[in-house]
């Protein structure tokens, strides 16, 4: 059974938003990622929003569920660059999107920090709640470090409406692999250093202080 686009059911009093900016993302992602990611991102955006509602902030839904469903198009091949982290590819593919649709710059910029800084822990969180959110739902889907912080019947009715694949955790870690495997010193100084150790077993990770002695200062 096919994924709807949107969810029009509120899940702990958030839904993704019903407006035509909304739809025309949920049907750009459809068509840009694969379905463990369309899922993916869909749960993140309802994580963060929830999270949102924990903490008592205020933001724009439409927003941060751009920022949610771009998060990860920079793993596939059509918006993945040479050299520039997926990071980035992705908040780049965001901004481009957003703009076409005559959004504001500072939203642009919002939305491109959001995913910009959405693997970069212990920051996003004091920052705008568009990227301090989008962290919390990627935190709360890939790493479930707040898991306990969602009753069981939330947790069970956002994966009812998108739905973790029955080896989530390893698929989704293969998906990082497959989107980053040929650019690997992107990943120097970010967690993904860790996707590539883990897949590549005499993969040699950058190392900061090494830098720093290797460069051409003499003292």
Same mark, same amino acid.
């Given at each position: 059974?096919?994924?709807?686009?949107?969810? @029009?059911?509120?899940?702990?009093?958030?839904?993704?938003?019903?407006?035509?900016?909304? !739809?025309?993302?949920?049907?750009?992602? !459809?068509?840009?990622?694969?379905?463990?990611?369309?899922?993916?991102?869909?749960?993140?955006?309802?994580?963060?929003?929830?999270?949102?509602?924990?903490?008592?902030?205020?933001?724009?839904?439409?927003?941060?569920?751009?920022?949610?469903?771009? $998060? =990860?198009?920079?793993?596939?091949?059509?918006?993945?660059?040479?050299?520039?982290?997926?990071?980035?590819?992705?908040?780049?593919? #965001?901004? =481009?999107?957003?703009?076409?649709?005559?959004?504001?710059?500072?939203?642009?910029?919002?939305?491109?920090? #959001?995913?910009?800084?959405?693997?970069? @822990?212990?920051?996003?969180?004091?920052? $705008?709640?568009?990227?301090?959110?989008?962290?919390?739902?990627?935190?709360?889907?890939?790493?479930?470090?707040?898991?306990?912080?969602?009753?069981? $019947?939330? !947790?069970?009715?956002?994966?009812?409406?998108?739905?973790?694949?029955?080896?989530?955790?390893?698929?989704?870690?293969?998906?990082?692999? =497959?989107?980053?495997?040929?650019?690997?010193?992107?990943?120097?100084?970010?967690?993904?250093? =860790?996707?590539?150790?883990?897949?590549?077993?005499?993969?040699?990770?950058?190392?900061?202080?090494?830098?720093?002695?290797?460069? $051409?200062?003499?003292?």
């Amino acid at each position: 059974m096919a994924t709807p686009l949107i969810s @029009p059911d509120a899940i702990g009093g958030v839904a993704i938003p019903d407006s035509a900016l909304a !739809r025309d993302i949920a049907a750009y992602i !459809r068509d840009t990622e694969t379905e463990l990611l369309f899922n993916h991102s869909s749960r993140v955006y309802l994580f963060g929003a929830l999270a949102g509602v924990q903490r008592g902030l205020t933001y724009d839904a439409e927003l941060l569920y751009a920022a949610a469903m771009f $998060h =990860d198009t920079g793993l596939m091949p059509a918006h993945s660059s040479a050299h520039l982290r997926f990071e980035v590819d992705g908040a780049n593919a #965001a901004r =481009d999107f957003l703009k076409s649709r005559g959004i504001a710059t500072t939203d642009l910029d919002t939305v491109w920090t #959001a995913i910009a800084l959405h693997t970069t @822990p212990g920051i996003p969180e004091f920052m $705008h709640p568009v990227v301090a959110l989008t962290t919390a739902g990627v935190e709360m889907d890939v790493l479930g470090l707040t898991y306990d912080q969602y009753p069981d $019947h939330i !947790r069970d009715a956002v994966v009812a409406a998108f739905p973790r694949t029955p080896t989530f955790k390893e698929d989704i870690i293969q998906a990082f692999y =497959d989107g980053i495997k040929h650019k690997p010193d992107t990943t120097f100084g970010n967690v993904k250093a =860790d996707v590539i150790a883990d897949k590549e077993p005499h993969f040699h990770r950058g190392n900061f202080c090494s830098v720093i002695r290797g460069s $051409h200062w003499h003292g």
